[in-house]
Nanobody, 124 residues
Framework: QVQLVESGGGLVQAGGSLRLSCAAS????????MGWFRQTPGKEREFVAA????????YNADSVKGRFTISRDNVKNTVYLQMDSLEPEDTDVYYC?????????????????WGQGTQVTVSS
């Protein structure tokens, strides 16, 4: 059974940092593209970042470029999202997702597995 478990969310002031983690089990982590998405209730789930299976290529949404960094540890089966210079607009539930190598890493419909989400709240 595939499980993706996010952690690291919380409340932070604008300009601060958080590091999200997503621990994966039940799949061959090292061959998966891993992604982070975020969603506000009532809105579409939005792409944040993705990283290929070897970590050789990372993708970031324009809204987070220069502020967020995705990385992965294929020994620990964990993907990370380092979020710096946080803004109130980054407030959302953040989801980790996994798929065997994706053709379109920014497309949420490509992903087969999802975590339960972790809340990030940025106060002004």
């Amino acid at each position: 059974q595939v499980q993706l478990v996010e952690s690291g969310g919380g409340l932070v002031q604008a300009g601060g940092s958080l590091r999200l983690s997503c621990a994966a089990s039940g799949l061959t982590f090292s061959v998966c593209t891993m992604g982070w998405f975020r969603q506000t209730p009532g809105k579409e789930r939005e792409f944040v970042a993705a990283i290929t299976w070897l970590g050789s290529k990372a993708y970031n949404a324009d809204s987070v470029k220069g502020r967020f960094t995705i990385s992965r540890d294929n020994v620990k089966n964990t993907v990370y999202l380092q979020m710096d210079s946080l803004e109130p607009e980054d407030t959302d539930v953040y989801y980790c997702a996994a798929v065997r190598p994706a053709r379109r890493p920014a497309d949420k419909d490509e992903y087969d597995y999802w975590g339960q989400g972790t809340q990030v709240t940025v106060s002004s």
